[in-house]
């Protein structure tokens, strides 16, 4: 029994045969793999405010202690088996801003390490802040600013882009920029304390 037969005595009036409701009924579900992505700006945004105090990357450092080589594992596991099934619907862009922090070599560097290492805890930071920034600009309405003068949305995306694309940038740096972002854009995220 698929989602839309299972709800239709309950939601009666709801019997348009749009695009998204043929989608369930022929698969019971909907292909949205960018939708999950989101949950990381709230993940971020509690690391940044974990424990006390303003939003600080010594608080995601504070966090990352707690990491220990099983858990660091299971994340990087978890996004490789995520890629693959991304190469396997040809999205490759997307293959290519996420195996920028999240690749063969992070997991392997951590095998023999019973607590999280440093490669591992500067890729979190790279993927946290890079995916953090892009939904800020997406769905929040946050620019970056060049000389005092704000950015287009595009250009902010263009700009966020080519920073992932950096290979010389840290994760480190990612949470710099991010937080400057973040302040530029007077950006508050309703998160409580730890």
Do not use: P
Request: net charge positive.
């Amino acid at each position: 029994m698929n989602l839309i037969s299972k709800f239709k005595g309950i939601f009666a009036s709801t019997e348009s045969n749009d695009s998204v409701e043929r989608m369930i009924e022929s698969s019971g579900d909907i292909w949205l793999h960018r939708e999950w992505r989101r949950w990381i700006m709230a993940q971020m945004f509690k690391n940044l405010k974990w424990g006390r105090g303003e939003l600080s990357e010594k608080n995601i450092d504070r966090r990352l202690k707690q990491y220990s080589a099983w858990r660091a594992k299971k994340i990087v596991k978890e996004d490789l088996q995520a890629q693959k099934r991304l190469i396997a619907h040809n999205e490759l862009e997307e293959v290519k801003e996420r195996s920028r922090w999240y690749n063969q070599g992070i997991l392997d560097g951590l095998k023999g390490c019973s607590m999280a290492n440093e490669a591992f805890k500067d890729a979190y930071k790279g993927t946290g802040a890079y995916f953090t920034m892009k939904n800020m600009i997406m769905f929040h309405g946050c620019v970056f600013y060049e000389g005092g003068e704000a950015m287009t949305r595009e250009e902010s995306l263009e700009r966020l882009k080519s920073l992932n694309e950096n290979r010389s940038i840290t994760g480190s740096q990612m949470v710099q920029i991010m937080l400057s972002l973040i302040s530029d854009n007077k950006f508050s995220y309703g998160i409580k304390k730890i």
